[in-house]
């Protein structure tokens, strides 16, 4: 089952002049169309091609180890300040269009075109692979498997463009070559998601189940992997963004980034959608409270054979999680820290949010009775954690002073460390690698996606029992009644704030929090403030530290929202080559 994961990273060194240019121009390789697309292993591995930028808004050291969006939303702290760097001009509101216009080389540029680049080539791979697969020697029965999969991810390419910019031009099946002059208009975002849901409505039929693939081909797109990206693409549509959210009054431009008018009724079609996936029985969520309270949270992460994920990223055995987020102490660089507004948005043990005066929240000892998942997606001052010098655990200390990893703006810039997706048996520096696949989709997004869809057209306490779910799994308590900590006769709006919430800490680090504050049109309140922080003050000794005094202060960069940045600019250089291509309101 790891034959394909081999494949997928072997081929990224083998086509290495993808990256930058087209490996199938003489001019900067041997190889031609001729020559790949004779031969049934270079097929395969030109479709391998494809695959291996799937993760590339996931990726952690995005943008040369300079972070992702997550940095610009409220769940993380950058350590760094250059305004050269996208993480930055993102969060502090001062992107262009210019800052689109660089070479857009996937998991390694410093600038913000693979927004726009990295999803266009893939298209344009892909097209180029279905139009020279009638003469490649695989079977007719492998080749319809192969375009199958190469327009689900076609449709995943695609879809961040649309959640990104709104409508783009939709190109079918069309070849550009080098010589061609493409001067084609935007979709309307409304045109947009018909033609993705219709591709994907084809070829779901098309693929296997899961289990039905031989171990070889382990982690190939599967039919539940397109009734998922269905089910994502129609809840953003649905959103107040999209829903007629334009911010625009120009009528026309607004047909392009979003729905005309609000429709209530396209959040039957995201509730249908998400049912679908969920009524496979393919998947289900990594559920153990017996080895700890939210194991299954945790060990999760750590499995690439799970019955949770749908679609992931599938890497080597390694230490990439913990060299992101992990104190130096662990062998970390810390690119990332979170803040203390996701702290705090994780509820008790209970289920209670921390503002509930009968949570048993206290103040004073933060980090006890918290939900389970708190512990597994934060370090926090006296976390225990694996240190390799000791070949044991050991207190992380992020106290003010602390002698390795305290609160200065140079190592812990927020009191906090990640913990998210990393094996805490082991840490960056030492021990064994660990097995892991990025989750680029897992059934807890689609019983979110869900859950959020049947509150929109209320049917409340139906969307309850989908948190429900997630919060048995977190190893959150019942109570009684077995409500996980939610009131009886919760309203719809107060629902609203929970769902999201849930989505929040559920799915914390794993590339939704930005499309979700734009999508909600919530940015402007949580991306246009001071993050929070927690200082650390210990009453007690280097040697025998704490009692502790905690206190919230703000960080030291005000993040900067606009409205334009709804949605971010398409590069200037395609406005001015591509003349019926309109940019984006307020750009």
Same mark, same amino acid.
Request: glycine share 8%; aromatic share 12%.
């Given at each position: 089952?790891?034959?394909?994961?081999?494949?997928?990273?072997?081929?990224t060194?083998?086509?290495?002049?993808?990256?930058?240019?087209?490996?199938?121009?003489?001019?900067?390789?041997?190889l031609?169309?001729?020559?790949?697309f004779?031969?049934?292993?270079?097929?395969?591995a030109?479709?391998?091609?494809?695959?291996a930028?799937?993760?590339?808004?996931?990726?952690?050291l995005?943008?040369?180890?300079?972070?992702n969006?997550?940095?610009?939303?409220d769940?993380?702290?950058?350590?760094?300040?250059?305004?050269?760097?996208?993480?930055?001009?993102?969060?502090s509101?001062?992107?262009?269009?210019?800052?689109?216009?660089?070479?857009?080389?996937a998991?390694?540029?410093?600038?913000?075109?693979?927004?726009?680049?990295t999803?266009?080539?893939n298209?344009?791979?892909?097209?180029?692979?279905?139009?020279?697969?009638?003469?490649?020697?695989?079977?007719?029965?492998?080749?319809?498997?192969v375009?199958?999969?190469a327009?689900?991810l076609r449709?995943w390419?695609?879809?961040?463009?649309?959640?990104t910019?709104?409508?783009?031009?939709?190109?079918?099946?069309?070849?550009?070559?080098?010589?061609?002059?493409?001067?084609?208009?935007?979709?309307?975002?409304?045109?947009? !998601?018909d033609?993705l $849901?219709?591709? %994907?409505? =084809?070829?779901?039929?098309?693929? @296997?189940?899961?289990?039905? +693939? *031989?171990?070889p081909?382990?982690?190939?797109?599967?039919?539940?992997?397109?009734?998922?990206?269905?089910s994502r693409?129609?809840?953003?549509?649905?959103?107040?963004?999209?829903?007629?959210?334009?911010?625009?009054?120009?009528?026309?431009?607004?047909?392009?980034?979003?729905?005309?008018?609000?429709?209530?009724?396209?959040?039957?079609?995201?509730?249908?959608?998400?049912?679908a996936? !969920?009524?496979?029985? $393919?998947?289900? %969520?990594? =559920?153990?409270?017996?080895?700890? @309270?939210?194991?299954?949270? +945790? *060990?999760?992460?750590?499995r690439?054979?799970?019955?949770?994920?749908?679609f992931?990223?599938?890497r080597p055995?390694?230490?990439?999680?913990?060299?992101?987020?992990?104190?130096s102490?662990?062998?970390?660089?810390?690119?990332?820290?979170?803040?203390?507004?996701?702290v705090?948005?994780?509820p008790?043990?209970?289920?209670?949010a921390i503002?509930?005066?009968?949570?048993?929240?206290?103040?004073?000892?933060?980090?006890?009775?918290?939900?389970p998942?708190?512990?597994?997606t934060?370090?926090?001052?006296?976390? *225990?954690?694996?240190?390799?010098?000791?070949?044991?655990?050991?207190?992380?200390?992020?106290?003010?002073?602390?002698p390795t990893?305290?609160?200065?703006?140079?190592t812990?810039a927020?009191?906090?460390?990640?913990?998210?997706m990393?094996?805490?048996?082991?840490?960056?520096?030492?021990?064994?690698?660990t097995?892991?696949?990025?989750?680029l989709?897992?059934l807890?997004?689609?019983?979110?996606?869900y859950?959020?869809?049947?509150?929109?057209?209320g049917?409340?306490?139906?969307?309850?029992?989908?948190?429900?779910?997630?919060?048995?799994?977190?190893g959150i308590?019942?109570?009684?009644?077995?409500?996980?900590?939610?009131?009886?006769?919760?309203?719809?709006?107060?629902?609203?704030?929970?769902?999201r919430?849930?989505?929040?800490i559920?799915?914390?680090?794993?590339?939704?929090?930005?499309?979700?504050?734009?999508?909600?049109k919530?940015?402007?309140v949580?991306?246009?403030?001071?993050?929070?922080?927690?200082?650390?003050?210990?009453?007690?000794?280097?040697?025998?530290?704490?009692?502790?005094?905690?206190?919230v202060?703000?960080?030291?960069?005000?993040h900067?929202?606009?409205?334009?940045?709804y949605l971010?600019?398409?590069?200037?250089?395609?406005?001015?080559?591509?003349?019926?291509?309109?940019?984006?309101?307020g750009?």
């Amino acid at each position: 089952m790891k034959k394909l994961l081999i494949l997928l990273l072997g081929v990224t060194a083998m086509l290495s002049a993808c990256k930058k240019d087209d490996f199938l121009e003489p001019k900067t390789s041997a190889l031609t169309e001729q020559t790949v697309f004779s031969d049934s292993t270079r097929t395969m591995a030109f479709l391998s091609r494809i695959y291996a930028d799937a993760g590339f808004s996931f990726q952690k050291l995005r943008w040369s180890n300079h972070g992702n969006t997550e940095l610009a939303t409220d769940d993380a702290e950058y350590v760094f300040s250059g305004t050269g760097q996208v993480a930055v001009q993102l969060y502090s509101g001062i992107v262009t269009p210019l800052a689109f216009m660089g070479n857009g080389t996937a998991f390694s540029t410093s600038d913000a075109s693979d927004f726009w680049v990295t999803p266009w080539a893939n298209i344009r791979r892909v097209n180029l692979l279905m139009s020279q697969l009638p003469r490649t020697p695989l079977s007719k029965k492998m080749q319809a498997r192969v375009t199958a999969e190469a327009r689900f991810l076609r449709a995943w390419y695609y879809h961040y463009l649309l959640v990104t910019f709104g409508g783009v031009p939709i190109v079918g099946d069309k070849v550009y070559g080098i010589e061609d002059v493409i001067d084609m208009p935007r979709t309307s975002y409304a045109d947009g !998601i018909d033609y993705l $849901t219709a591709e %994907l409505d =084809e070829i779901a039929p098309q693929l @296997p189940i899961a289990a039905e +693939y *031989s171990a070889p081909d382990y982690g190939r797109v599967t039919r539940g992997a397109c009734l998922a990206l269905k089910s994502r693409i129609l809840l953003q549509a649905a959103s107040p963004l999209f829903n007629g959210g334009a911010e625009t009054s120009d009528a026309s431009l607004a047909a392009l980034v979003s729905y005309p008018s609000t429709d209530p009724s396209r959040w039957q079609k995201a509730a249908d959608a998400a049912k679908a996936v !969920i009524d496979l029985g $393919t998947y289900s %969520l990594n =559920e153990d409270n017996v080895t700890k @309270p939210g194991y299954g949270f +945790y *060990s999760v992460f750590l499995r690439r054979v799970n019955s949770e994920y749908i679609f992931a990223y599938h890497r080597p055995a390694n230490k990439d999680m913990e060299l992101y987020y992990n104190p130096s102490t662990r062998g970390g660089n810390k690119y990332s820290m979170p803040t203390q507004n996701i702290v705090d948005a994780f509820p008790m043990r209970n289920g209670k949010a921390i503002t509930d005066p009968t949570s048993g929240y206290n103040a004073a000892n933060p980090y006890v009775g918290r939900d389970p998942r708190f512990n597994y997606t934060i370090i926090y001052n006296g976390s *225990s954690y694996y240190l390799s010098s000791a070949g044991r655990a050991a207190p992380v200390y992020t106290y003010e002073g602390a002698p390795t990893d305290g609160f200065d703006v140079t190592t812990s810039a927020t009191g906090y460390y990640g913990r998210k997706m990393c094996d805490s048996t082991t840490s960056q520096g030492g021990g064994s690698n660990t097995e892991r696949s990025w989750p680029l989709i897992r059934l807890a997004e689609v019983k979110l996606n869900y859950a959020e869809a049947l509150n929109e057209l209320g049917r409340t306490e139906d969307a309850m029992a989908q948190i429900f779910d997630i919060r048995r799994r977190a190893g959150i308590t019942p109570g009684s009644p077995a409500r996980y900590g939610i009131k009886s006769g919760i309203s719809q709006s107060e629902a609203r704030e929970l769902i999201r919430n849930e989505r929040h800490i559920e799915l914390a680090y794993e590339d939704h929090r930005w499309n979700d504050i734009r999508r909600w049109k919530t940015a402007m309140v949580i991306s246009n403030a001071y993050n929070n922080r927690m200082r650390i003050t210990n009453r007690g000794t280097t040697a025998a530290p704490g009692p502790y005094t905690y206190n919230v202060v703000p960080t030291i960069r005000r993040h900067n929202f606009r409205p334009e940045m709804y949605l971010l600019p398409i590069p200037d250089a395609e406005i001015r080559k591509v003349p019926q291509m309109r940019q984006n309101p307020g750009w």
